[in-house]
Structures are given as structure tokens and as C-alpha cells.
């Protein structure tokens, strides 16, 4: 079922928007689309954008507005996107939710579905701590909650699992502070516009997943589209 829509996850790191986002993405046959992911690629890759990205992620601050929306636009114009899609970590400011607003009237999508992610700080510190990633298909593990059959490598195609380097404590520390600082005030802007949704997203994945569904499932049929 397509999705017709832009879904916004939102929540601190650690929140298990990504591991959501891959699931609802499988479902509704649509593109996740996760700023971190984007600008991690860059930074393999070398790219300009890369090597300005690096070291702001590596201390755990965001990257600017200008140079992250110019990556969001021009993947929003690639085919894959227009049955809707499913944004992990954006909009992460003001400024870009307000551009976001334009974009996505320029491409004919109405009003976002804004899904807000609420898990409690201690939660938080165990996921990040405990997250390993396959480095060829980004699926996400965790030694406490979801381990892999076996330690270290991928059950889907055998890849090594990593760990983030932005997982750091230090770094998580000053993430959280960024989320604080900057992200949080969106949950008062998209309920203000009347889209947003919250889950408790302290549950387990499956329950979380559930309730996520429900959402949209309740969104679908706001909209005629079930
Ligand atoms: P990004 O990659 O977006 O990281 P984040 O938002 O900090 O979120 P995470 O990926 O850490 O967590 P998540 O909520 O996806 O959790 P996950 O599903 O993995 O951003 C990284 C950096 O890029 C930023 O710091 C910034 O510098 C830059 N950046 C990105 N976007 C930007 C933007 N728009 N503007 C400016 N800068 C930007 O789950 C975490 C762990 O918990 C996993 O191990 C998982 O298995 C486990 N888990 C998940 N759900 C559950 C559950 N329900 N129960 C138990 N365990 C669970």
C-alpha cells in the first residue's frame, strides 16, 4: 500500500526511528530516507560534502541547514520518491521544517504525518551503547535487545558489524544536547499544525512497531486511502 505522504520521524537519537523507518519502508514499498545514512555515505565516499560533514559529526553537532537541505532536495527529486517517503533524523531544525513546508509543496505532497519518538534518557544511553551495524546493508542490531545469530556479522548477507563512531559516550552526550537545543522545538511546531502523532517508544521494537502502524493506518483512513 503506497504511502502518498512525506513521514516524518522524530526523536532523539537512540529512539529507534531508524529501525522503524526500515520496517514502514519494506511495508509501503517506500524510500527511507535518513539524513545520518546520507551524510555517512558522503564521508565514505570523500565527497565535498563529506569532508565539511566529518568533523560536526564527530563531536556530535549538526550539520548546516543549507548544506543538508541541498542533499534532502535533490534526492527528493529522484523517481523513487513519488509515492511518498520516510524521513529519519529531518527535519533536525526550525529553519529546515520550514523549508521542508515549501519542498514538499512544490512536489504536490499535502500536509506531513509527524510520528514523535518518546523514549526516557537512560533508555536512550543502553540502545546506543549496546547498537552494532552491518557496514554493507545498515541493518541495525544491539548486543542487549537484538543480537545477531552470531557476534559480529550480519544475518541478512553476512557483512561485519560496526559500531558508529558518533556512539562514543562523549559524543552521545553532546548529541543529546543538540537534540534538545535544537530538534525538540518541532514537536511544539508540527502539533501546533495539528500532524503530530506520539509513541512510546520505550516498548519493545515489535510494540512499537505496532503503534506506528496504527498511526498511519488511522492517517490512510482519514484520507480515503483504505
Ligand atoms: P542520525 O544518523 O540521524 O542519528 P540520530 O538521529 O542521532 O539517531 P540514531 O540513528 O542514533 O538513532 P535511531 O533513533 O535511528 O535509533 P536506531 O533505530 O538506530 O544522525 C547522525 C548525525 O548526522 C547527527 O548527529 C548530525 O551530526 C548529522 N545529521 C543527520 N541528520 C541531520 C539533519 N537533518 N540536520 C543536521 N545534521 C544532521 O536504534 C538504536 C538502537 O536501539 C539499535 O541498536 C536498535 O537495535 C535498538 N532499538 C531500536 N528500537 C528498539 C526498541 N523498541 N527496543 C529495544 N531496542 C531498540
Redesign the pocket.
Known sequence: MALNRALIFL???????????KRVAQRHHVPHL????M??DAIAHGTRLGLV?KP??DR????P?DL?MAMVEERLAEPDCVGGFIF??????LP?AEMLESVLARRGFGEPLVVD?RVDEQTLLR??A???MCGKCGA???V???PPKAAGTCDIDGGKLIQ?P??RPEVVTE?LR??ERQTKPLTDYYRRQGVLEVVD?????E??GRAVAEILERAQKRDGHL
Open positions: 526523536g532523539p537519537p537512540g529512539a529507534g526511528k531508524g529501525t522503524q523507518a535518513s539524513t545520518g545514512d551524510l555517512r560533514a560536526i559529526m556530535g553537532d549538526l550539520v541547514d543538508v529519519d533524523g529531518f527535519p533536525r531544525t529546515q519518538f540502545r546506543l549496546g547498537r552494532w541495525i542490531y544491539n542487549y535487545d537484538a558508529r558518533d556512539d548529541r543538540a537534540y517508544a520505550s516498548a519493545g521494537v510494540e512499537v
